[in-house]
């Protein structure tokens, strides 16, 4: 057999690709190796063999992967051969990323390298190496923190938690833990694309962020549940973006969006468990509004079309005034009430948010008690002109609120 020189390929990072198509259930996500079982055999081997790298032997200083097949890659020509093996790596490499956002030195991009044997018409890779590329400066020296840093928020979660807690109380606590401790932010560097933001300051992070910190707390808590990422279209235009799918005990699959959820000072719950034709802020169906590609996986879990219909992540009621007027120093407020049960239960009440500016900055907020509910007055100064209403409830410790009318 004859050698050649070793050959070196630097792969430019890709951006996963997925799509809503139907695959059967399978309950893989909670042993964290949903994109594992998508791929092929030889595939598998380098999933495996980083998987061993980084879990087993807790090597996350040692940049370089040594891959093990079980059996050669091989190509009728040299050419051939690279793309078999970028395939294969590509397709093993981004399923550990995405099954295991807790490796976080782990990075969109690598180099791999190779020898090659020839033998008659047939080309063989042995001796692969995957060398990653850190998504910042530091991060392997990182995980010692970082892992006391979940651990410290998973013990805080559960232990704020009901006793027996149902599945929807964790994934809201989770849900609610992210977007309370991160900050939506594109400046700095790649740091704000793992999910280290969430666990260890600064807080900020972009969407993958809030996505991968989202799974590492579903995976403490042993909740199935993927990354996934695509296009989302608004009235903004196409962006990228990164979310979540989880798996309830109905063993349906349900959205979750921590990053469109956070709104800063406030929490909404209008992407938290959602279904193809729930309806986002924007009042379109949810399925509509994303598009995932499929480049890299093309088979995934089948959204489910409704809400789950829990107490928590039921679509609250919007409600609008019907009369603001001014009655000496008191204004006088009458809105539409909601006496329909929501997700099991009536809702707690309204809130009135008032300012003397458009945009509502430093407004405040009146809460009024009571489903059933339709007339408040309370005295202000008349120098408030705009004003807001929405319908919120609680449950077991959670508050869900409605959208802003």
Same mark, same amino acid.
Request: charged letters at 20%; hydrophobic letters at 30%; aromatic letters at 14%.
């Given at each position: 057999?004859?050698?050649?020189?070793?050959?070196?390929?630097?792969?430019?990072?890709?951006?996963?690709?997925?799509?809503?198509?139907?695959?059967?259930?399978?309950?893989?996500?909670?042993?964290?190796?949903?994109?594992?079982?998508?791929?092929?055999?030889?595939?598998?081997?380098?999933?495996?063999?980083?998987?061993?790298?980084?879990?087993?032997?807790?090597?996350?200083?040692?940049?370089?992967?040594?891959?093990?097949?079980?059996?050669?890659?091989?190509?009728?020509?040299?050419?051939?051969?690279?793309?078999?093996?970028?395939?294969?790596?590509?397709?093993?490499?981004?399923?550990?990323?995405?099954?295991?956002?807790?490796?976080?030195?782990?990075?969109?991009?690598?180099?791999?390298?190779?020898?090659?044997?020839?033998?008659?018409?047939?080309?063989?890779?042995?001796?692969?190496?995957?060398?990653?590329?850190?998504?910042?400066?530091?991060?392997?020296?990182?995980?010692?923190?970082?892992?006391?840093?979940?651990?410290?928020?998973?013990?805080?979660?559960?232990?704020?938690?009901?006793?027996?807690?149902?599945?929807?109380?964790?994934?809201?606590?989770?849900?609610?833990?992210? $977007?309370?401790?991160?900050?939506?932010?594109?400046?700095?560097?790649?740091? !704000?694309?793992?999910?280290?933001?969430?666990?260890?300051?600064?807080?900020?992070?972009?969407?993958?962020?809030?996505?991968?910190?989202?799974?590492?707390? $579903?995976?403490?808590?042993?909740?199935?549940?993927?990354?996934?990422?695509?296009?989302?279209?608004?009235?903004?235009?196409?962006?990228?973006?990164?979310?979540?799918?989880?798996?309830?005990?109905?063993?349906?699959?349900?959205?979750?969006? $921590?990053?469109?959820?956070?709104?800063?000072?406030?929490?909404?719950?209008?992407?938290?468990?959602?279904?193809?034709?729930?309806?986002?802020?924007?009042?379109?169906?949810?399925?509509?509004?994303?598009?995932?590609?499929?480049?890299?996986?093309?088979?995934?879990?089948?959204?489910?079309?409704?809400?789950?219909?829990?107490?928590?992540?039921?679509?609250?009621?919007?409600?609008?005034?019907?009369?603001?007027?001014?009655?000496?120093?008191?204004?006088?407020?009458?809105?539409?009430?909601?006496?329909?049960?929501?997700?099991?239960?009536?809702?707690?009440?309204?809130?009135?948010?008032?300012?003397?500016?458009?945009?509502?900055?430093?407004?405040?907020?009146?809460?009024? !008690?009571?489903?059933?509910?339709?007339?408040?007055?309370?005295?202000?100064?008349?120098?408030?002109?705009?004003?807001?209403?929405?319908?919120?409830?609680?449950? !077991?410790?959670?508050?869900?609120?409605?959208?802003?009318?």
């Amino acid at each position: 057999m004859k050698k050649s020189r070793v050959i070196s390929l630097l792969v430019v990072a890709l951006a996963l690709s997925v799509v809503f198509a139907h695959v059967s259930e399978v309950d893989a996500a909670a042993d964290r190796t949903y994109y594992r079982s998508l791929i092929s055999a030889k595939a598998k081997n380098v999933y495996d063999s980083i998987y061993k790298h980084y879990i087993k032997d807790k090597k996350y200083t040692v940049k370089k992967v040594n891959i093990n097949f079980d059996k050669y890659v091989t190509g009728s020509s040299k050419s051939n051969l690279r793309s078999n093996l970028s395939n294969v790596i590509e397709k093993g490499y981004y399923a550990f990323y995405y099954d295991h956002p807790e490796i976080i030195s782990l990075y969109r991009g690598y180099h791999y390298h190779w020898y090659i044997s020839r033998s008659g018409n047939t080309y063989s890779a042995y001796s692969v190496t995957v060398t990653v590329t850190e998504p910042y400066s530091g991060a392997s020296k990182q995980y010692g923190s970082f892992n006391k840093a979940v651990n410290t928020a998973y013990k805080k979660i559960k232990k704020n938690l009901p006793k027996k807690a149902s599945r929807e109380a964790k994934l809201y606590a989770i849900h609610n833990y992210i $977007c309370k401790k991160m900050t939506y932010s594109k400046k700095g560097n790649d740091r !704000k694309q793992v999910a280290v933001p969430a666990f260890l300051s600064p807080h900020k992070g972009v969407c993958e962020s809030y996505a991968r910190s989202f799974k590492v707390l $579903c995976d403490k808590f042993g909740i199935p549940c993927i990354q996934l990422s695509g296009n989302t279209y608004d009235s903004n235009g196409q962006g990228s973006h990164a979310w979540n799918y989880v798996q309830m005990t109905n063993k349906k699959w349900y959205l979750v969006d $921590c990053t469109w959820d956070d709104q800063g000072k406030e929490t909404l719950n209008t992407y938290f468990l959602k279904g193809t034709k729930s309806k986002g802020t924007d009042g379109k169906a949810i399925g509509s509004t994303r598009s995932p590609s499929k480049s890299i996986f093309t088979k995934y879990p089948k959204l489910n079309k409704s809400s789950y219909n829990g107490h928590l992540s039921c679509n609250m009621p919007k409600t609008k005034f019907t009369t603001l007027m001014w009655s000496g120093s008191s204004i006088i407020c009458r809105w539409n009430k909601k006496t329909a049960k929501y997700g099991g239960s009536h809702i707690t009440g309204y809130q009135i948010r008032y300012s003397t500016k458009k945009n509502m900055k430093n407004s405040k907020i009146k809460t009024i !008690k009571g489903y059933n509910k339709s007339y408040a007055a309370f005295n202000i100064p008349k120098k408030y002109h705009w004003y807001m209403i929405r319908t919120y409830k609680k449950y !077991k410790g959670f508050t869900i609120y409605g959208q802003w009318n």
